[in-house]
Structures are given as C-alpha cells and as structure tokens.
C-alpha cells in the first residue's frame, strides 16, 4: 500500500481536483443539507456489480450513488438501469457519477467540437474542455435514454485512467465535465 505523502505530484494533483471537483458538485446539489448535517452514508454501485447483482439495501442507508460509465468516459454501465430500478424501488433518489480521463489518441475526435467551438489540432486546451464537457453531456444522454433522472452529479476522478502529463490540460477536461 502506497502512503499519500509518497504518492508522486501528479496522482496526488488528480486526486485534489477530484476531491474539489466533488465537493462542488455535491454541495451545489445538496447545499443545505450538505452544511446542516454529517455526511450521508452510502452505496456506490456501477458495472462491477453487474455480475453479482444490486446488494442488500440497507436500512440505515442514505445515499445512493449509481455509475453511469463503464470505469471510462463515453463508456455505459450496461446494468445502470436495472441498478436506477433498484434504488427508486427502495424509495431512494439516487446520486448519479461518471468516470472521467484525458483523451487517448483514439478518443480525441471527441473533444474536437464542444462550448469552446471548433478546436484547431494544436488548441490541446481546447480540445480537453470540449471533451470533458461531451463526456458529461454522453453521461446525461445516456441516463435521459432510460428515463432516469438524479438530484445530484459526482464525477469519478481515477488516477490509473490515462490522463495528461500536463495537468493544466487534466484539469481542462474536468471543468468541462462540471459545466
């Protein structure tokens, strides 16, 4: 196990941007309750429970957190409806997240249009916005397509996703995946 004060810069960067990137995201969706009270506990579930199905529900539960992605951005948890199904059914609204990286070079086309307009090859910055902000946008198509709805966005920040060695590209991707 690897200790966080070992932890080389750029993980240890990663992980501060997805920690800040979360905490926007939940105390914009929650900000009352985020403030007057402890955090909620709660269930994170996704594509790896695909195999061994929705687990207990327990009664002392809170929260909620579905995957959308399949571990990457612009990849779908194939069980992410029988798993939205499962959490309604128990009463819960549950909380959405998405996995997130820098585009490899057979997903760059996917930053290429976006808010920030019609990228040049050379506008990396750019190109890492539009990305971000598509994959939040496949993201959200995807849960629409199934009627889901959620109260609330996380994004899901792996380090060992690939990711830029130029973390203020890294970081372009993340907040157009916020906005």
Aim: glycine fraction near 8%.
């Amino acid at each position: 196990m690897i200790s966080r004060h070992r932890l080389p810069w750029r993980p240890r960067w990663l992980a501060t941007i997805a920690f800040l990137a979360t905490f926007l995201l939940t105390f914009g969706a929650y900000p009352q309750a985020a403030l007057a009270s402890p955090p909620p506990l709660g269930l994170d579930i996704s594509w790896p429970q695909c195999r061994s199905g929705t687990p207990p529900f327990p009664s002392s539960q809170s929260l909620t957190i579905i995957g959308l992605t399949g571990g990457r951005a612009f990849t779908q948890n194939t069980c992410f409806a029988s798993e939205y199904r499962w959490a309604t059914a128990q009463g819960r609204a549950p909380a959405f997240y998405m996995n997130l990286n820098y585009p490899d070079p057979s997903t760059a086309a996917r930053g290429q249009t976006g808010p920030s307009g019609g990228c040049q090859p050379t506008d990396a910055p750019c190109q890492a916005f539009n990305y971000g902000y598509n994959a939040g946008q496949d993201a959200l198509a995807y849960a629409q397509s199934v009627g889901a709805s959620s109260p609330g966005w996380w994004l899901d920040v792996e380090t060992a996703n690939h990711w830029s060695s130029d973390t203020s590209l890294n970081a372009q991707v993340i907040r157009g995946a916020i906005r």
